[in-house]
């Protein structure tokens, strides 16, 4: 049974900022370790549209931060203060669905302009890295296509924090959510690392490692107390 919502202001304003401390950490950790990383010489070579490979690395990683953090701040002001839907009413889905495909989509395509602004900087078979690449997207495009026939996007995108009546719709355990019911997280972020093994992009490969540990941060640190509260799971 769903943990019922303390009404309490203070103690709702102290929900939407659960597990965020772990975020927090998280992401400077993983700055830093970055930071690190993007002083090796394969970030100094090549450039897109004139725009060089740091540049684009940056902004393959601010991106997924600024996607998670906007939707922590959507579901949980909606969850616990039902923010947005007492500000755009009927709307408030609809807006904030928009929000997080607009953020979801750049996040999806800028690390393949990223790999090809940075190509050929991984000193491995070409051969061999493509075919890592083709074994990486099929799980990827079943995911999306399971997540699109069986689980539908509007409850990928989190419509259980608006509406009610989604929280009595069964899990479901069709298509790749046969084999685990994190599909999204283990399965659909393997897009990340197509570009950097298709063009064989070090930085790119990079930002691959950090997309797929930093959404395991979101499902700790907001995800999984979400679903807590909703479920109680």
């Known amino acids: 049974m769903a943990e019922a919502i303390d009404g309490r202001p203070a103690r709702r304003l102290r929900l939407v900022f659960e597990g965020q401390g772990l975020h927090v950490v998280a992401v400077a950790v993983l700055i830093g370790a970055l930071a690190?990383?993007?002083?090796?010489?394969?970030?100094?070579v090549g450039e897109l549209w004139g725009v060089g490979t740091?540049?684009?690395?940056?902004?393959?990683?601010?991106?997924?931060v600024a996607h998670q953090l906007y939707v922590w701040f959507c579901w949980r002001m909606q969850l616990h203060m039902e923010l947005l839907t007492?500000?755009?009413?009927?709307?408030?889905?609809?807006?904030?669905?928009?929000?997080?495909?607009?953020?979801?989509?750049?996040r999806a395509i800028v690390p393949f302009l990223l790999a090809i602004?940075?190509?050929?900087?991984?000193?491995?078979?070409?051969?061999?890295?493509?075919?890592?690449?083709?074994?990486?997207?099929?799980?990827a495009l079943y995911l999306f296509y399971s997540v699109k026939r069986y689980f539908t996007f509007t409850r990928a995108f989190g419509i259980d924090h608006f509406d009610p009546s989604y929280r009595r719709v069964p899990f479901v355990r069709r298509g790749i959510f046969r084999f685990t019911s994190n599909g999204m997280y283990v399965y659909g972020f393997l897009l990340f690392w197509v570009p950097a093994l298709w063009w064989?992009?070090?930085?790119?490969?990079?930002?691959?490692?950090f997309n797929h540990i930093y959404i395991w941060v979101h499902y700790y640190a907001t995800e999984r107390p979400d679903m807590k509260r909703i479920y109680g799971l």
């Open 36 to 44: 690190a990383v993007s002083t090796r010489p394969s970030f100094d």
């Open 54 to 64: 740091l540049t684009w690395f940056w902004i393959a990683v601010w991106l997924p």
């Open 86 to 106: 007492r500000t755009l009413r009927g709307s408030a889905f609809a807006t904030y669905a928009t929000g997080f495909a607009v953020l979801g989509i750049a």
């Open 117 to 139: 602004a940075n190509q050929d900087t991984i000193a491995f078979d070409p051969i061999t890295l493509r075919v890592l690449a083709v074994l990486a997207l099929i799980p």
């Open 200 to 209: 064989a992009s070090e930085a790119a490969l990079w930002v691959a490692i």
